[in-house]
């Protein structure tokens, strides 16, 4: 059964819908707009491309905006598959490919902003500039103990998927300022069942802090290769983030030769949530 927004979620999310295949599940994405450059969005976890809503409105008033929802999440098809870190850039490549993009910036945040860093050291001549918030593209063990909780093989998977504790907590922890109600079920919509929120679970499962973990070394080289990037990159942080915090501001910003970094007091892991006029402001000086 394929998702779609409901009427009453439409003023927020006003967007019609596009679809790219991949073998048997199909990939929601967005493409709005148009003008000289063209934006993409990779959103993390548990969020879809809901959290961009703003700033696709923004952004496409001058120029082509196109939002991803991953594979099982938000509006995309739902399936069994575990897609592990890899399998999200080659997702992201894939549609990059499918659409003929000859250039093109990319903005990510949380497990999006790794995503964005992993897609941009692989298409260097294509990738324009990187805008990241609240995230990180480099194996860590520092991450609070109650997300390595929700990484416990039957206690993380009750709370990620069938309780949706994680989700829900996210509106507490991941936003300093708080959601509006209509906000809050924008957010929920795509994952109201368990069996919508297999991703969630999936995500924080795919964390690679051990050596022997399956996207360990996928991350290794991706945090490596972003070192050698010649391309502007804008770093934009809530400095409330219970997750990542201050310390991977620091260590992010010396992943990148060519770097502008803000963080912002009082604003939480929701960016865009808590801060979205700053950032606004600081992407419009960015990309012009």
Same mark, same amino acid.
């Given at each position: ?8 979620? *439409?003023?927020? @999310?006003?967007?019609?819908? *596009? ?11 967005l ?6 450059? $063209?934006?993409?969005m990779?959103? /993390? ?5 809901? &959290? @961009?809503?703003?700033l ?49 910036s ?15 050291t ?8 990187l %805008?990241?918030?609240? $995230?990180?593209? @480099? ?5 609070? *103990? ?28 991941? $936003? ?5 109600p209509?906000?809050?079920? /924008? @957010?929920?919509?795509? &994952? ?12 924080? *499962?795919? %964390? ?14 991706v945090?490596?290769d ?43 892991? &929701? ?18």
């Amino acid at each position: 059964m394929q998702l779609e927004v409901p009427k009453d979620l *439409k003023t927020l @999310y006003p967007f019609p819908s *596009k679809f790219f295949n991949i073998e048997s599940e199909r990939m929601h994405y967005l493409d709005v707009g148009q003008g000289d450059k $063209t934006f993409i969005m990779i959103h /993390g976890n548990p969020t879809w491309s809901f &959290y @961009y809503r703003n700033l696709i409105k923004d952004l496409s008033k001058n120029s082509r905006v196109i939002a991803v929802d991953h594979l099982n999440c938000g509006l995309s098809s739902r399936s069994e598959k575990f897609h592990r870190y890899n399998d999200r850039i080659e997702h992201i490549i894939g549609l990059i490919n499918s659409l003929k993009l000859k250039s093109f910036s990319i903005i990510g945040h949380d497990w999006g902003g790794a995503i964005s860093v992993g897609v941009a050291t692989r298409l260097k001549n294509k990738t324009e500039s990187l %805008i990241l918030m609240n $995230t990180a593209c @480099y194996p860590s063990s520092n991450i609070p *103990k109650r997300i390595a909780m929700c990484r416990l093989p039957l206690l993380g998977t009750f709370l990620n998927q069938f309780s949706n504790g994680f989700l829900r907590s996210s509106f507490v922890m991941g $936003t300093s300022k708080g959601l509006d109600p209509k906000v809050k079920k /924008g @957010y929920l919509y795509p &994952y109201t069942h368990s069996s919508n929120r297999k991703s969630i679970d999936d995500f924080v *499962k795919d %964390i690679p802090m051990e050596v022997d973990h399956p996207s360990f070394k996928t991350m290794e080289k991706v945090g490596h290769d972003a070192k050698e990037l010649n391309i502007p990159v804008l770093l934009l942080w809530g400095e409330d983030d219970f997750c990542f915090n201050m310390k991977f501001f620091n260590e992010m910003k010396s992943h990148f030769k060519n770097v502008k970094a803000f963080s912002f007091k009082g604003v939480g892991h &929701y960016v865009l949530e808590d801060a979205y006029e700053n950032c606004l402001h600081k992407i419009s000086e960015f990309i012009q």
